[in-house]
């Protein structure tokens, strides 16, 4: 998962993780990609990558990420975050499910809470990776990750999430009221039982 996602997936796991469990069974998991697509957006933060396809019968090979990644501004924090998610049930997209407001964050949700996927960008731009007193702050430019590299999707401060199907879709702005977001981004993934 790209960090944008990141960013703004990251809430709403922990939105999900507070509410009741939307399935039947919630526990140890591992979350993989479906798909992801970026959304229209006015473009300011793009990324477009292909990630890897998951394999159920190897569940501990990490998924792959390849493509580019457009920063027109530095990325730090201060934004206005937004989600919605929609839950696969009885072969139906239930639409917003979920929607939440995260205000004045960015780089360091990503930081914290999917350190794996920092590092994915911070190497890709040139950031610092280990130094967790830093400043957040992936450069802006055009950087491309020509080869597959592995993402793990390990979410340290989740562990336990809800077993399910689910279509995240992210947007990221300038402030709560921006007619048109900075960076939208969407997700097919699912999380399954860690065997
Ligand atoms: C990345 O950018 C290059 C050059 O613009 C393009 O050829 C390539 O298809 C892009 N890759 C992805 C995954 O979008
Ligand atoms: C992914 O990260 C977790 C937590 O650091 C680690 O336990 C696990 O071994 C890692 N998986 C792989 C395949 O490196």
């Known amino acids: 998962m790209p960090p944008l996602a990141a960013i703004l997936l990251v809430p709403v796991l922990l939105f999900v993780v507070k509410s009741k469990p939307i399935n039947t ?12 697509n970026p959304c229209q957006s006015q473009g300011v933060f793009v990324v477009q990558v ?6 159920p019968k190897r569940p501990y090979d990490l998924q792959t990420a390849t493509g580019n990644i457009t920063l027109k501004e530095d990325f730090a924090d201060g934004y206005w975050a937004s989600g919605t998610m929609a ?15 995260f ?27 280990a130094d967790k007193t830093a400043p957040c702050v992936l450069p802006k430019g055009t950087f ?13 401060n989740i562990p336990i999430l809800p077993y399910g199907r689910y279509w995240y879709r992210g947007t990221l702005s300038r402030t ?14 699912e999380v399954i039982p860690k065997p």
């Open 25 to 36: 069974f919630a526990g140890p998991y591992i979350i993989f990609g479906h798909r992801y």
């Open 50 to 55: 292909r990630i890897s396809h998951f394999n």
């Open 87 to 101: 839950v696969r049930s009885n072969n139906q997209w239930k639409e917003n499910a979920f929607v939440f407001n």
């Open 103 to 129: 205000p004045r964050k960015g780089c360091s949700v990503i930081r914290e809470q999917f350190p794996d996927m920092y590092r994915f960008f911070a190497e890709a731009t040139g950031a610092p990776v």
């Open 144 to 156: 491309v990750v020509p080869e597959p590299r592995p993402v793990n999707a390990t979410l340290p």
């Open 176 to 189: 709560r009221n921006s007619p048109s977001p900075l960076a939208c981004v969407e997700f097919d993934c």
